[in-house]
């Protein structure tokens, strides 16, 4: 029986985890280490170049599953400079179900803390200048509560580590209401954030001294109901967040802030027992896009 075995698996083929590296039998299901689906890795070994990821981080209740979903459904829709072609039915998930719940008049479930239970995303982007030239967008939706935890103590989540030391680009997400009415909690998280990123990329790129090159796109979400963020994104990071326009200035060499929505009404809504619930009424999609289009100029 041992014998029959291992030469079961002697048979099988090795395949590079694209998001740890660890070699494995490929048996498909996820990788023992970081738990991505060995879909996703073996979809960029047929392509027959390195993976380059572009990964979306964020603090609970930031929006990251409904900014990932719109993103997503924008690039396979195609835009004017943008295409994305999302690899397996689970890259399709958070898409499907981000629409779905809105146009249901109803955000989407927050995301549990268990890393067995994100959903992963992998979308290849090309612009239609360059369509051989890709980014992945390959990230799970990271439960905000896991991100704090590793940013206070290193390595709790190892996937996070993974993902962001392997990352040639990031979208970071804020929510503008948040940074607006209470600030200086908001700006103490994003320093810590930005200071892990730095941390992490540097010991990755060997650049202990010099500012990082990877872009960093700063969004602030939900900026439909903080019309100053919308305006004028810099100027409002500045006022509310100046710990983290310096912690840009220090270690980042390519940063831009930016300000999206989803949202173009909304109402509160009291169930019985006096519980208030924020009900999206319909849908306007505003600067998505722009960060991701920032991004794709530089990496």
Known sequence: MVDTTMATLGSLAKLTCACCGNETVDRGGYCGHCQMPFDMSRAVNERGTPPRFVSILGRSGAGKTIYL????????KGTQNLRGLPHGSFSLATQQETVYALENRRFPEKTASESDSWQWVH???????????????????????????????????????????????????FDSNSARDNGRDEDFFAMKLMSYIAKIQGKSNGRRWRKLRVPVAIVLTKADSCPEAMDNPTEFVAANLPGLVQACERSFAQYDFFAAGVVGSSAIAVDGYGRRMHLPLHTEVRGIMEPLEWIMKRV
Do not use: W
């Not at 979903?69 to 396979?76: A, N, Q, V, W, Y």
């Not at 993902?163 to 979208?171: D, G, H, I, K, N």
């Open 123 to 173: 979308c290849e982007v090309s612009h239609v200048k360059k369509p051989k030239r890709f980014v992945d967008i390959m990230t799970p939706d990271f439960a905000g509560e896991a991100i704090e935890q590793e940013i206070e103590y290193e390595n709790t989540y190892p996937l996070i580590h993974s993902v962001v030391s392997r990352s040639e680009a990031l979208l970071i997400l």
């Open 69 to 76: 979903g719109f993103l997503i459904d924008m690039l396979t």
